[in-house]
């Protein structure tokens, strides 16, 4: 068993309604990322500084962090997208939940966010989808909240 929430990923995606996953049991199940492509990224929240004459810092203030899910998806024969696009804009606000490859390590949740879709092609990786989830304030709690399967 793992120590570390890493390796093969499961991710998990529901209609997000007021801030908060629609239905608990309507969490469906995408097709595996490409490898080593699912990440949540901070953005540090703004800076208020207070300085005097001469330049000195009195004091400071931060707001707080932003985040995004990202993953890349295979576009594969006879497997339907997780979600449908209009060149690239995916309607509707949506729920996501990771699991680590361990599912008693923490993975994530986020209760709300919009997502865009990067369609591209390569001859090395075939058809691509890149998906941007821009994670909203949620009804309640923090907006990446940690999870662990069954707790």
């Known amino acids: 068993m793992a120590v570390l929430s890493w390796g093969k990923c499961k991710i998990e995606t529901t209609p997000s309604t ?88 923490e993975g994530a949740q986020i209760d709300r966010s919009v997502v865009r879709c990067d369609e591209s092609y390569s001859t090395a990786d075939g058809k691509m989808l890149h998906y941007v989830a821009r994670c909203l304030k949620p009804k309640t709690g923090k907006t990446v909240k940690p999870y662990t399967k069954g707790s």
């Open 18 to 105: 007021n801030g908060a996953p629609t239905s608990p049991e309507a969490w469906k199940a995408l097709d595996t990322p490409k490898e080593d492509t699912t990440k949540i990224t901070p953005t540090a929240g703004t800076e208020k500084t207070a300085t005097e004459e001469g330049g000195e810092l009195v004091d400071v203030r931060y707001g707080k962090n932003t985040y995004t899910l990202e993953f890349d998806m295979f576009v594969k024969k006879g497997t339907e997208r997780p979600f449908e696009d209009n060149d690239g804009l995916i309607a509707g606000e949506h729920a996501f939940r990771i699991t680590p490859e361990d599912e008693e390590c």
